[in-house]
């Protein structure tokens, strides 16, 4: 990311503790289990902050430290950015957990952080994944998150893996030259590799009904509701990104929730699932800033 004077504000780091407020239709017995964030606050902090959700088998660091570098870089713009642990994860309490159940989570986190920051006035809930599921599944829910930043969302199902997986890595495979030289030298099995190419079409041709809380449902019923803005970030090389796009291909109703005015796309040319680069990490930076920053 290109640093400029913005960007040379000085940023404290705070540890801060705090507790899920589960509903209780949500209520466990972990309900009172203690979390633990990272606030990056700037001297003079926004209005408007980011609350980092994080996915899968993620702690608030993030893969390649890509939360950490986030965080860090957005408030050095001015903006007040909370990174935390979900329950079970990291140095959080509690066992771990799926998306489905971060909602508790991430109510209190966001309860913390308006309490630590007190010129906060609105949230933008940032995830990646399954991170970005959740935070998207919780946004129509609080009056306060005015933004969803999301990346790769899980869509996944069986038949859409599977299309993504025909389209984007079998047909291409048959046009690459080293394809044909292995299977000419003896170095690939076809009936292995012709048993796997017809199974997965069959589940591409024989989409199974998927239940109520399914990813792909789910995030289509919220963002369905959430009239805030939205950035959808996709990379260029990810196999769940293609899913994503797959959707929107095939389905009018994704379609008409994706080209509303307040959405905006970008595409990480080139990137895997986690921006493992420092290039692509950068590239996310300067989109989430630009963005957050343009309304």
Known sequence: MKRDAAAARPVHQLALRFRSLPTDAQADAEAQARMVGILSLPNAPGP??????????????????QFVLLARALAARGVPVLRFDLRGMGDS??????????????????AQFFDAVPALREVVLWGLC????AAACHAPQDARVCGLVLLNPWVRSAAGLARATLRHYYLPRLLQGAFWRKLASGGLRPGASLASLRQVAGAARRPAPQPPDAPAPALLRALAQFQGQVLLILSGGDLGAREWQALLDGDPAWRAVAARAQWTQAQVAGANHTFASAAWRGEV???CAHWIAAW
Do not use: F, M
Request: aromatic share 4%; proline share 7%; no cysteine.
């Open 130 to 133: 399954d991170g970005a599921t």
């Open 93 to 110: 309490e509690g066992a771990p957990r799926d998306y489905r159940a971060a909602a508790p989570d991430i109510a209190g986190a966001l």
């Open 48 to 65: 408007r902050g980011v609350l980092i959700v994080t996915g899968g088998p993620q702690y608030r660091a993030g893969s390649h430290r």
């Open 285 to 287: 930076e300067r989109l």
